[in-house]
Structures are given as C-alpha cells and as structure tokens.
C-alpha cells in the first residue's frame, strides 16, 4: 500500500468506520461548493467612507503611512512626493500595471519607472493592491506581471496604490473578491495580505520595523 | 535531534538554577499577556470567533481523509505535487530527493515547526547541502546550534548581549569595531547578511499554518517577510506541513486567521499572510519553477478517532505556554523536544510515545490558563489528565509514586476513615507547626520543605464544612 493510501485509510477506520460513506463525502463537497461564512466582526461593516477611515486608521495604527489622492492622474505626484519626503531617489520598481501604467507620468518627469520583477537592487518598489481589508488595515496584492510578487518583498519601501472600491469591510468579501478573478477554486500562484512594513521581535521581544520585507509601507489611496 | 524529554526533572533543575535563562524568561510574561488580552478585549467577537474555529477544526477532523483527498486534488489541478510521509525519516529522504533533482547546494528555510520535528537541518548538512535558517529568530539559534525554546519566538531563552557575542564570532567579515549594542543594529546585520542568502539559495523550504482543501493553497503566517523571500526566489518552494493543517474554505480560514495573531503575539493580524497556489504561471515574472507539498503523519493518525484528536485543533500560536507557569519557570529547552509548554505536554507523548515523553503531563499545575486562552480552546489539562492516567495504566511512574497514590487511594475509598485520618492528620501538622504556623519539615513532604514552608492547616477540614453546610438542607 501506497503511503498515501495507508494513511486515508487509517484516517477513515478511526474517524468514520461504520458511518456512511456517502453523507461523509456529501457534507465535505457540500461545504466546499458553498463555503460557508461564519462570524463577520462589526468592526468593517460601515458605508463606503467610514470604511476608507476605518482601513487608513487601522493601517497607520501598525505604523503604515497613507494618503488619498482624487484620480490615478495624481499618483505620480504622491509617488514622488513621498520620495523627496524620505530623501530617496526619484526612481520605482514596478509590474506592467494598466492603472499605474495608465496615469499621467508627464508631471513627474525626474521620476524614473523599471518595469519588471525587482531583483533586490530597487529602494522603492511601487504596486496595484487587488483590495484591501477595513478591519485591520489589510492590502491584498496577487502576483503577476502586473505586480509581481518580488516587488512587495525585496525594495526597502513598498508603496501601493488601491483605489477606495476594492476597500472591503471583512477578510471573507476581499478573499471573495480574488476568488472570482480566476473562477471559484483557482488562486492565483501567490495572494499577500500585508499588514504594515516587516518587523520582528526574535530579540528579547522587543518590536523592531524592518526585517526581511520592507522597511517603510505607504499606501496610496484613490478616491475619485 | 536528541531528545532529552525523559530527563525532564533534572532538565529543569538546571534551567532554574540558570541565571542567563532566567533573565531572558521574564520578557514572556511582559511580552505576550498583556498584549494577547488587549488584542481579544477590542475585538466584541473575539469568544464567538474561538468558537467557530473549534467547530471548524472539528468538522474538518472528523472528514479529515476526505479534505485531503480534495486539498491534494486541487494541488495537482494548479501544478503543484503533493508528496505522503508516514514517519520523519521519510519526509527527510522526500526533501532529499528534490534537492537532489535540482542538483541543490544550498537551502533557505522559513521558520517551520515540522522541519524542527523531521530534524531536517542536521540530515541536510549531512548529506552536503547548506540549510539556512532565515527567521532572526531561528537563525539566531542555528548560530547557537540550539533548538528554539518557543514555537514562536524561538531564541526567546536569548539575551541581545548573547547575539551580539554569536554575530561577532559569525560574521568575520565585517569590521571588528561596528557597534551591535542595539537590537536595532542587529537585526540589521542580520538582514544584510541573509538577503544575499536569499538569492542564491537553489530551494527554498517553509512551513505551514494553514492547507486550504477548496483551493489546494498552503499559507504561511510571518512578521519578518523572510518566508516570503525563501518561497518567492528560489527555483524550488517545498511545503513542510503536517496532515492536521487542512482547512476547508477561505471563508473558514478567514474565521481562523482572526484569533490566531491575536492569540500568538496580540497583534490584529500578522504583517504578511500569504497564499501559494502550484508553481509560477505562465502570466508570473516571478515565483518558484516546482511546488511541493509534504504531507507529514508521524504519529498523528493515532490520534484522530481518540481522545486526544481535540490537540490536532492546535494552531501553533503559542499562548498556552505565554501563560503557563511551568513554562515561564523553566523555559522550553527542559521540555526536551520540539513542542514546549502545555501543547507539548500533550503532543509530546502522542507523537514519541509516553514511555518518552511522560512527565511533561506531569509537569502542570492544572492551573487552566492555557486552556483558558487556547483560540481553539483545547482542554489541554483533561488531556494531561488522560497521559496521566496512562502512565499509571503502563507502570510507569516511580515505585515511591505509586505506592503514595495506591495508598491515597484505599482511604478514599473508605469515606469514614478518610475523614477521621484526614482530622487527625490535620491537628498533628498544626501541632507540629506550633505558633509559627508554618512546618519547615514535614514527614513524606521534603520535596516540598526543601524550598519553601509549608503552611499549617487551620480550622477544620473540608468534609466537617461540608457536613454542617449540609444541616437543614433538605
């Protein structure tokens, strides 16, 4: 027998060893099919304004910084403001975004774009958040070309942008939301949920900003 | 790695009697109690939420087979190869032969309990392939050549002036007169040291927290981002995760993840929680060529269908040992194994048998906290109870113990006698303590006296209350 099939096996004898086969597998496919939602926190369920309140507020509490702008058009701005702001060059490590990509660039002319995965040799990379969460602050970002996943993890500072409709209330509705990209039961290869810039506290639990990840996370709010 | 578990008592001999430890200790109880019950209090649903994990995990136990045929399932379906170990020896030659096949010379590791379990560094080193370890705190103690102390915070038993010490006989390269008296500095050194580790690594291993059977995703759940450099630049990501780490659906993983940070370190939510799914994809400029899951039993498909199955509900978050007096005492290493604290008192002697690992249910005071801010909220004392018992069953204990419960035991089978023993016991230790009050030696109770006085009893005894509490009760 397989290892496989030795431990299905011992699993089935201890847990269901004369119950019925059939309504076992029917309440597992039925829950997967339906997944259902359990308790969903007070907390996010506001109108669209106060959730934006909710998410800027949550985020700034784990030392996230965030501002909003009016349209895609003023992102470059708030990119290269937030540079100058921090003394650091004006140049992004970026994915093939169409909504970054789309903005009018011609403002920040100084403001340098490479476009591809981040080799660790970027400051400052700069992403699309897929949605975002209200309840902790959340950003959900999914890999691809459009924002590969190298630019969250290996510049020193994260920007992200993430426009004020994908901004969810609960963990279940943003989930949901990257659920529907691909079709139910296909993820994309990776989903982050990032909460705040990298930290530790492996040395005599005290919290220190800026371990592996990013030192610094901004994000971008559009609310147009 | 050695376990040392059935030393156990003179483990923590040693560990009171060491000063270094015993500093070290003191940042648990500052670190995590406060912060987890800050966490649980500004959250209204926080009881609700531990209920609806239990039932979760629950549900998922009793169909287990079936969500891992679908989880597995799922994972092919996304590219990805899902590999089945029965024992740690052969999850080790699993990691092996992917290494082999990729022609690996060295490894970068995300903190992960099975791999701690499987006792993967050794074997690797072993057979020439460089393990880095990449959390501060695991590659704190692979420096140190120790094992972690806590399932999270694993160099917790380390002071900064000892890092500073390890980083200086380490990183020779760097000047000699840098100034590390910061943590601050340190971590730093850490990072710069390791992020080149990280791009050169050939496979990258992480754990678990979380296997999702909708999807056939693995989830880690990390602060330092290092899991997701270890899983993102390699060509080769491998899963390390036991069978217990199956979830059904985002939506019931979503329940989870909101008492897991909260418990763990009384953060709302961890920094990175992140979800892979197979291999990079066509429309990826990133991400690892192969995905691999291995799934890991040793032990555990003894416990489904038990009594101890309500253990495998445990998610790892840690805060039975922040809350336990025994733990904070004697620290992790004394536990002798992997799993420390009341969730390795369990686990322990389920996984290397009670023979091994039999007095750590021993080591508890039955004081309940850890059941009490368990988010999955295991009865873990009734299951110590349970280990107990069986030790008892196998004659395990000392002989001295033995005799001392059989003893105990035929008096409390004879209600009279015990009460008049019991009364006349009591006025003779409050005799022998004269007006002090106090016995500094008591017949039978040295171990006791050693350390401290035993207060003497006063008034009357529990049975002659009850009694007169009983009086005009109908």
Redesign the interface.
């Given at each position: 027998m397989?290892?496989?099939d030795?431990?299905?096996?011992?699993?089935?004898?201890?847990?269901?060893g004369d119950e019925d086969q059939t309504a076992?597998?029917a309440?597992?496919a039925n829950?997967?099919a339906t997944?259902?939602?359990?308790?969903i926190?007070?907390?996010g369920q506001l109108n669209t304004r106060d959730r934006l309140k909710l998410f800027c507020q949550?985020a700034e509490a784990?030392s996230t910084t965030t501002v909003t702008v009016k349209s895609y058009d003023d992102v470059p701005e708030a990119v290269a403001e937030y540079l100058r702001n921090r003394n650091l060059p004006q140049a992004v490590r970026m994915?093939d975004d169409e909504r970054l990509g789309g903005a009018d660039w011609s403002k920040t002319p100084a403001l340098t774009k490479d476009v591809?995965?981040s080799?660790?040799s970027d400051l400052v990379g700069l992403s699309h958040a897929t949605c975002g969460v209200a309840?902790?602050g959340?950003l959900v970002l999914t890999?691809?070309?459009q924002n590969?996943?190298?630019v969250?993890?290996?510049p020193e500072n994260h920007i992200v942008v993430i426009h004020v409709s994908d901004i969810a209330g609960?963990?279940?509705t943003a989930?949901?939301q990257?659920?529907q990209m691909n079709g139910?039961?296909?993820?994309?290869?990776?989903?982050?949920?990032?909460?705040?810039?990298?930290?530790?506290?492996?040395?005599?639990?005290?919290i220190?900003l800026?371990?592996?990840?990013?030192r610094s996370l901004h994000i971008v709010v559009v609310d147009d | 790695m050695k376990i040392t578990t059935p030393e156990f008592k003179s483990n923590a001999v040693e560990a009171l009697k060491n000063q270094t430890l015993q500093k070290a200790l003191s940042h648990v109880e500052e670190g995590f109690i406060d912060k987890r019950q800050m966490a649980a209090d500004a959250l209204p649903e926080f009881e609700t939420l531990r209920d609806n994990a239990r039932d979760i995990k629950n549900h998922t136990l009793s169909h287990l087979d079936l969500y891992l045929e679908a989880y597995e399932e799922k994972v092919i379906e996304s590219g990805g190869h899902v590999h089945w170990a029965q024992t740690a020896e052969d999850a080790r030659n699993i990691v092996l032969d992917i290494c082999r096949k990729v022609g690996a010379k060295t490894v970068t590791k995300g903190k992960s309990m099975i791999s701690e379990e499987i006792g993967i560094n050794d074997f690797l080193e072993g057979e020439g392939i460089e393990p880095i370890e990449t959390d501060l705190g695991e590659y704190i103690i692979q420096l140190r050549n120790e094992a972690p102390s806590h399932i999270i915070a694993p160099a917790v038993h380390v002071l900064k002036e000892q890092v500073e010490e390890d980083f200086r006989a380490t990183h020779t390269h760097l000047p000699e007169d840098r100034n590390l008296e910061e943590p601050e500095t340190l971590l730093d050194e850490a990072r710069t040291v390791l992020r080149q580790k990280f791009l050169d690594a050939d496979v990258g291993i992480t754990g678990a927290n979380f296997l999702i059977a909708e999807t056939g995703t693995s989830i880690i759940v990390t602060n330092e981002g290092n899991g997701d450099l270890t899983q993102t630049l390699p060509k080769v990501h491998i899963v390390l995760a036991s069978l217990e780490k199956i979830t059904p659906t985002l939506e019931d993983v979503s329940q989870i993840l909101r008492v897991l940070a909260r418990s763990a370190t009384g953060q709302d939510m961890s920094v990175y929680t992140t979800f892979s799914t197979g291999p990079r994809r066509e429309s990826d400029v990133d991400g690892p060529e192969e995905y691999h899951v291995v799934l890991l039993d040793n032990g555990r498909t003894n416990m489904v269908g038990t009594e101890f199955q309500d253990m495998l509900r445990c998610i790892r978050c840690g805060a039975c040992m922040n809350h336990c007096p025994v733990y904070h005492a004697v620290g992790g290493h004394a536990y002798g194994w992997v799993y420390p604290g009341p969730m390795g008192a369990v686990l322990t002697p389920s996984l290397t048998g009670v023979d091994k690992g039999g007095q750590l249910p021993n080591a508890s005071t039955f004081c309940g906290r850890c059941e009490a801010v368990c988010p999955m909220r295991i009865p873990l004392p009734k299951m110590m109870r349970h280990w107990r018992e069986r030790e008892f069953e196998r004659n395990l204990n000392p002989t001295a113990q033995r005799f001392g419960l059989k003893f105990w035991a035929w008096f409390a089978k004879r209600p009279r006698l015990y009460g008049l023993g019991a009364k006349i016991a009591m006025r003779g230790l409050a005799i022998m303590a004269g007006s002090k009050g106090r016995l500094s030696f008591m017949p039978l109770g040295r171990g006791w006296t050693k350390y401290r006085d035993m207060p003497a009893p006063e008034g009357k005894t529990f049975q002659q209350m009850w009694a007169e509490k009983q009086v005009g009760k109908t």
């Open positions: 397989s290892a496989r030795a431990i299905l096996s011992k699993i089935r004898n201890q847990v269901a076992r597998r309440a597992v829950r997967l997944a259902p939602k359990g308790t926190p007070a907390r949550r784990v994915g591809g995965p080799d660790g309840e902790t959340t890999s691809g070309s590969p996943t190298t969250n993890f290996l609960d963990y279940e989930l949901d990257v659920r139910k039961g296909r993820m994309p290869r990776t989903v982050n949920m990032v909460t705040g810039p990298s930290r530790s506290g492996d040395i005599e639990q005290k220190l800026g371990a592996h990840g990013p | -």
